[in-house]
């Protein structure tokens, strides 16, 4: 018990190492975190972990992923959710909005008589499918973006404003 079966036993270990023969530091690598990944998935770097003992070949380091939550968009698999407040004269009659995408702003139409509550969905604007290693000039699918459009009523309005809506 005192050599770990060895053979040997160190009466004096140094500080650093306590007669272990080997000493921990801090190192830095490159990680190329692929799209579309998820939650607790594992990453895998080969030869990056501790070296073994007795002179054998490193380990792996394996890295778990954790993704901060988004202040706009909500996360769902594939799917992003993300909410669009509309106006009641855009809800009433229609229109073209600007959508916020992970691509970044992009147009979606807004049919008249629109309800507070109202989904849309924009095809492919979602997260890339995630299959490992994507080869190159690969298309990447994704999956798709559901805008849930929220009417906002104005909370003051003006006299000409009270009068034209009563007058509608």
């Known amino acids: 018990p005192a050599c770990q079966g060895s053979g040997q036993k160190i009466d004096k270990p140094c500080k650093d190492c306590k007669g272990e023969a080997l000493v921990r530091k801090q190192r830095e690598f490159q990680l190329k975190v692929p799209a579309g990944i998820d939650v607790g998935t594992r990453l895998r770097l080969q030869t990056a972990g501790d070296k073994g003992r007795k002179g054998g070949p490193y380990g792996d380091l394996f890295i778990v992923v954790h ?34 995408t992970v691509e970044g702003a992009k147009s979606l139409k807004v049919a008249s008589g629109t309800q507070s509550g109202t989904t849309s969905q924009m095809k492919g604007m979602g997260v890339p499918r995630f299959t490992g290693q994507a080869k190159k000039g690969e298309t990447v699918k994704r999956g798709d973006q559901i805008v849930h459009l929220v009417v906002e009523t104005p909370s003051r309005l003006s006299g000409e404003e009270k009068k034209l809506l009563e007058k509608l």
């Open 67 to 100: 993704i901060k939550e988004h202040e706009t968009f909500i996360r769902d698999g594939e799917t992003i959710h993300v909410r669009q407040p509309i106006s009641f004269s855009m809800a009433a009659l229609g229109g073209e909005i600007l959508v916020p």
